[in-house]
C-alpha cells in the first residue's frame, strides 16, 4: 500500500529518518483533589498539555553507522529544534528522550525511539545579575580587608611620644596627598570645598587617629567614598569614563618619597612598620575606591570600557601582590566583579576607528564625509577635544565610532 499524500519524509535537526509509528499525547494539565468525607474529586484543570510525540524510527543502508551518529548527534544538541513530524509537519520541539537499539538480526540498521515535546520560547522574566551592585558589595568587603589588615600592623600604643607623632606627620602628608589629587576634578564640578572639608577634619585629628586604627581606617576610606559619592552620576571626568579614575591613579604611588626608617630598636621598628602600613592604607583603599567608582561610570564605546577595566585591574593586581591573605582574597573577589560589570556593560558599545583627512575642516564636513552624518560633529568635537569645530586639523588620527559591537 502506498503511502497518503500529504505524509512526509521524517528528520530531526535536517538528519532524515524512516519511521514505522508515531504515538501522540494530547490532553490537559490537572490536579485531583481529594477531599474528605466525599465521594467524587474536584479535578483543578491547568491548561493544555505542551504537546509530545514518541516517533519509532529508523537509519538504513550500508552507511547507517554514519546517519546513526548523526541523529545520536542532533539528539545531544540544546535547545528546540526543526521535526519534520511524517504526519504532522514541521514543528519546533525539544527531544527529551532517545533510544537507539541495534541488533544482528537486522543488519545495515538502527533503531530509535524518539520522544519531543513541542517547545516555546520562554516569556518568563529572566534572571540577571547586577553586575554593579557587586562591584559596590566587592569593594565594601575590600575596603573592611583593608581596613583589619592596617588595623592589625599598626600601633602606637606603649611606645615613645614621638612613634605616635612620626605616624601622625605621615597621616596628615596622605590628608594633603589625596586632598591634592582631588582637588582638580571637584572644583570642577563645584563640590571643592565639601572635600576640603573633609580632608581638613582628617588632617586636624591626625594625632588623636593615630591612638584608634580602627577609626583611622575608616576616616581615609571613607574620604576616598566621598570623592566617588561627589563624582557619582557625572559620567566621568576628563572627557572619558577613565578620566575619572586619573586623580585616584595619582595616589597609587603614596609613600615612595617618604623617608627611610632605620630599624635600630623595637620604637623605630614600629614606626617603620606603621609608615608602610599608612602607605599601603592609602594605595589600597584608593585601588578600591577606583574600582567602586568604576561601576558608577557610562561608556561611550567598548573602548572606554577596556580601558577602564585595564585601569582598576592593574592597579587592584599591583596592591594584592604584596598585601596579606585578607586583602589578597578580598581583591581577588574585587577584580572578578570589575571585569564582569565592564565586559558585560561594554559589550554592547560601539567600537572606536581612528581617522583622518588631509585637510583642515569643518567638524560637519569630517562628520559627513567621514560618517555619512554631519549632525555627528559635535560628537567629534568633543571626543577629540576640538576648541573651533570649524577647524578639524587635517592629518591629524580622529577618534570616532564606527557603529560596530
Known amino acids: 500500500m502506498s503511502a497518503p499524500d500529504n505524509w512526509r519524509k521524517g528528520s530531526w535537526r535536517g538528519v532524515p529518518f524512516w519511521w514505522t509509528e508515531a504515538t501522540g499525547k494530547p490532553g490537559r494539565r490537572t490536579v485531583r483533589h481529594d477531599y474528605p468525607q466525599r465521594d467524587d474529586a474536584y479535578v483543578e484543570d491547568l491548561g493544555k498539555k505542551a504537546p509530545e510525540f514518541t516517533l519509532q524510527v529508523y537509519v538504513l543502508g550500508d552507511d547507517y553507522i554514519a546517519q546513526r551518529d548523526r541523529l545520536e548527534d542532533a539528539c545531544n544538541q540544546p535547545g528546540p529544534g526543526t521535526l519534520v ?8 520541539v525539544v527531544c527529551t528522550g532517545c533510544e537507539v537499539t541495534e541488533s544482528t538480526r537486522e543488519r545495515r540498521q538502527a533503531r530509535f525511539s524518539l520522544t519531543f515535546v513541542k517547545g516555546a520560547e ?10 554593579r551592585a557587586l562591584v559596590a558589595e566587592k569593594a565594601d568587603a ?32 596622605a590628608s594633603d596627598e589625596i586632598a591634592g589629587a582631588l582637588a582638580g576634578p571637584m572644583r570642577m564640578l563645584g563640590k571643592g570645598n565639601q572635600l576640603a572639608t573633609a580632608a581638613m577634619g582628617l588632617r586636624g585629628n591626625a594625632l588623636g587617629l593615630v591612638q584608634m586604627p580602627q577609626s583611622l581606617a575608616g576616616q581615609v576610606t571613607g574620604l576616598l567614598s566621598r570623592f566617588g559619592s561627589l563624582l557619582g552620576g557625572q559620567g566621568g571626568y576628563g572627557g572619558s569614563g577613565a ?7 595619582r595616589l597609587g604611588g603614596f609613600g615612595a618619597d617618604l623617608p627611610t626608617v632605620q630599624p635600630t630598636t623595637t620604637a623605630r621598628r614600629q614606626q617603620a612598620a606603621n609608615q608602610a602600613a599608612l602607605a599601603a592604607l592609602v594605595r589600597q583603599a584608593s585601588a578600591v575606591e577606583a574600582a567602586r567608582l568604576s561601576a558608577g561610570l557610562s561608556f561611550d564605546s567598548y573602548d572606554d570600557a577596556a580601558e577602564v577595566r585595564t585601569i582598576v585591574v592593574d592597579r587592584l593586581d599591583e596592591e594584592r601582590s604584596g598585601a596579606g591573605d585578607r586583602v589578597f582574597r578580598a581583591f581577588g573577589g574585587l577584580v572578578s566583579a570589575v571585569v564582569r560589570d565592564t565586559t558585560t556593560r561594554g559589550a554592547s558599545r560601539e567600537r572606536l576607528a581612528v581617522v583622518q583627512t588631509e585637510a583642515t575642516l569643518p567638524a560637519v564636513v569630517v562628520a559627513h564625509r567621514l560618517l ?19 577647524f578639524v586639523p587635517g592629518g591629524v588620527p580622529l577618534e570616532v565610532l564606527n557603529g560596530s559591537r
Open 372 to 390: 555619512g552624518d554631519a549632525a555627528r560633529a559635535d560628537e567629534i568635537a568633543t571626543r577629540n577635544r576640538i576648541r573651533n569645530r570649524l
Open 243 to 249: 578620566g575619572a579614575l586619573r586623580p585616584l591613579a
Open 85 to 92: 513530524h511524517p504526519t504532522r509537519g514541521e514543528m519546533q
Open 142 to 173: 575590600a575596603d573592611i580587608a583593608v581596613a583589619g589588615d592596617f588595623a592589625e600592623g599598626f600601633s602606637v600604643e606603649g611606645l615613645p611620644a614621638f612613634v605616635a607623632e612620626e605616624a601622625a606627620a605621615v597621616l596628615e602628608m
Open 122 to 131: 520562554n516569556n518568563q522574566p529572566q534572571a540577571t545579575v547586577d553586575t
